[in-house]
């Protein structure tokens, strides 16, 4: 894969469903240019996408391309064991551009193939790895240009109060152009310092701030509220995202409620992880084993700009992980309570509309005007797409086709008695 140049054809999807109707998609010069019924197509390549379902790309908010594909260089979790954070410390030191090139290559190229066409990807910065991510994914960046829209979070997973380097590593990160502050509180021993530090630095650069934040069952170690205070006293009002809010879940309702009131207020995104909770969670738990998934449902019918998010692929934190949105969506809607036909056809927004909001992408959607990056699933309609793990059969990049794919099913049809 390499850079691609130029405009892409004039491209007519014939017979789609969009917005829960048989629609055509025109597109010329990488937008979309009209929708709807019976279309003049002359002039243009014309793909019969007839009655399968038309969303705009799927966007990833939080995923780990620069420590993927590593479960096999150590063990896995065990209930009193090490961390996965420490696990993963420990491997980092050895990481090289090249290696970590290689396998963050990858995680993109699945993603592109699963219907993926913007990504926000962390990229670890600290003593360990110093950086060597840095260098591999601004690589990527311009080799997947064209393909997908990759931006990159300069992140402390190591904190920044543990070793001497890590604070003018992620300011020289800013400096020669990554886009985003990454904060993780709860590696830190004193967090409200951690937090007020991130804010001030996001400050000096102008960056927005994604925050790891309370990942444990411990309602006194909670920072969601101290954030919400500080976005707002800081005139930060969303550009703040905070993923896992795992916390969220163990507090009373009339203090959660307080909480997402809070979030709601200061205009905070929330990504929700939960193929990683699901792994990580709850270890030495002895009984009603806690799943560590917050309240996406909640969340979202307070008005919360809420999505969810791969996080980890095949690492100690989640050895399953993969890069395929669609099935975070069933994940949650396994992990989450979120399962009913009317929340099925809801959960696309959680992959698409809610986490282009959160990464402010203009012209996003399927609109006429809108950028034609668009996923064509081998699907009626969402419940559908999510229960059967529909195959993304085209994904388009500014109107171009990055992904085709066809599955064949050799099935002899049974009689009827
Ligand atoms: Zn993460």
């Not at 794919?405 to 049809?413: D, F, I």
Request: with cysteine; glycine share 8%; proline share 4%.
């Amino acid at each position: 894969m390499s850079a691609i140049a130029g405009v892409a054809p004039p491209l007519l999807l014939r017979g789609g469903i969009v917005d829960g109707r048989r629609q055509d998609v025109a597109i010329r010069d990488g937008r979309v240019q009209r929708v709807g019924a019976g279309l003049d197509g002359a002039g243009m390549e014309t793909l019969d996408v007839a009655d399968r379902l038309i969303l705009p790309g799927f966007v990833e908010t939080h995923i780990h391309p620069d420590k993927a594909f590593i479960a096999d260089r150590t063990h896995g979790l065990r209930a009193g064991g090490p961390t996965p954070q420490t696990l993963v410390a420990e491997l980092k030191k050895s990481f090289t551009v090249d290696d970590v090139y290689r396998r963050a290559r990858r995680v993109l190229e699945l993603a592109v193939r699963h219907g993926c066409t913007t990504m926000r990807a962390h990229v670890e910065i600290d003593a360990f790895v110093e950086l060597r991510g840095v260098e591999a994914l601004r690589r990527l960046q311009t080799d997947f240009a064209g393909v997908l829209d990759l931006e990159l979070i300069a992140f402390a997973q190591e904190g920044i109060f543990r070793d001497a380097v890590t604070k003018d590593l992620l300011r020289e990160a800013l400096k020669s152009g990554l886009k985003t502050l990454g904060g993780c509180p709860y590696m830190d021993d004193d967090q409200r310092a951690h937090i007020d530090w991130f804010f001030e630095t996001a400050q000096t650069f102008g960056v927005p701030l994604d925050f790891h934040a309370d990942s444990s069952d411990d309602p006194a170690q909670l920072t969601t509220d101290y954030i919400a205070e500080q976005t707002i006293a800081r005139g930060m009002h969303g550009r703040v995202s905070l993923g896992h809010l795992c916390t969220l879940d163990v507090l009373e309702p009339a203090h959660r409620a307080r909480v997402i009131g809070r979030i709601r207020d200061a205009g905070i995104h929330v990504v929700s992880l939960p193929a990683t909770e699901l792994h990580v969670k709850a270890r030495t738990d002895a009984r009603r084993v806690w799943r560590g998934v917050t309240r996406i449902g909640e969340l979202r019918d307070a008005g919360v700009n809420v999505s969810i998010s791969t996080n980890n692929v095949v690492n100690p934190f989640t050895p399953y992980g993969h890069p395929d949105l669609l099935r975070q969506a069933l994940v949650t809607a396994m992990a989450a309570h979120l399962g009913n036909l009317d929340q099925l056809a809801w959960l696309p927004e959680l992959i698409t509309t809610n986490p282009a909001r959160a990464l402010g992408l203009a012209h996003y959607g399927l609109a006429p005007g809108c950028r034609a990056d668009l996923v064509v699933l081998d699907a009626r309609d969402a419940a559908q797409a999510i229960t059967e793990q529909a195959e993304k059969l085209y994904v388009l990049k500014a109107g171009r086709i990055v992904a085709r794919t066809t599955r064949t099913t050799e099935q002899p049809s049974v009689g009827r008695g």
